[in-house]
């Protein structure tokens, strides 16, 4: 079935330190999406990424979509105390969106 | 707009009893889906329905129903609950067709089955 795999599984960085989560599938994606969740809470939807090759920004926030559209990248510049929380990708088979595991960020102040 | 809510937000059940989520949006949108969360297991889709009167498994349905009467609701029957099920159940709802179909998930519900 399809797969996506999220690395790391967890980050510990020092506040002002750079932070990146990295998505990986078996198979082409229709479209991937980047969720976070604060703990205790529910995922929140951050972004979309259609087209191969595709990079969007997001103030210090930067997402890529790899050419063959089966890897994307999540990067932080500069990470805040306000980042921490699970960063999820998701990719999109047809009608279903299978998630990947998730990266849990904690930032030391 | 109250977006996707869900209740109970709480529920302890013991082992063979059954109850059913609820899970609502006032959104209008077609496509609507249930989702458990593990520890390092991500979210992983149990159902899911791409609209009134039409439902389909996802990855983990074994133990687990749905109907989908209504475009606003679709609810979550557990008929015989087994300690495996405990986790956290959210449901998500999105349009269909839109060039960014951004999922909305409700708040969640915190299942423990004894």
């Known amino acids: 079935g399809q797969q996506v795999m999220q690395i790391p599984q967890y980050q510990h960085v020092q506040e002002g330190e750079d932070f990146t989560t990295y998505c990986n599938s078996s198979t082409t994606l229709s479209n991937i999406q980047w969720y976070k969740q604060r703990p205790g809470g529910h995922p929140v939807f951050l972004i979309q990424l259609v087209k191969s090759g595709e990079v969007k920004k997001q103030k210090r926030l930067t997402f890529q979509f790899g050419e063959a559209k089966k890897n994307s990248s999540l990067h932080i510049t500069a990470t805040q105390t306000t980042d921490v929380g699970t960063y999820f990708c998701a990719g999109r088979y047809g009608n279903k969106l299978v998630f990947g595991a998730g990266t849990i960020l904690r930032v030391k102040s | 707009n109250a977006g996707v809510t869900q209740t109970p937000k709480f529920q302890v059940l013991k082992t063979g009893q059954s109850m059913t989520l609820q899970c609502a949006q006032d959104m209008n949108h077609e496509y609507m889906s249930w989702y458990r969360q593990d520890p390092g297991m991500g979210l992983r889709l149990i159902h899911y329905s791409v609209g009134a009167g039409i439902t389909d498994q996802g990855e983990v349905p074994n133990g687990y129903n749905v109907s989908r009467s209504t475009t606003e609701d679709f609810p979550l029957r557990l008929l015989s609950a087994a300690p495996s099920q405990t986790s956290v159940y959210f449901c998500?709802?999105?349009?269909?067709?839109?060039?960014?179909?951004?999922?909305?998930f409700g708040p969640g519900t915190r299942l423990t089955v004894l």
């Open positions: 998500a709802s999105r349009t269909s067709g839109a060039p960014t179909d951004t999922q909305y």
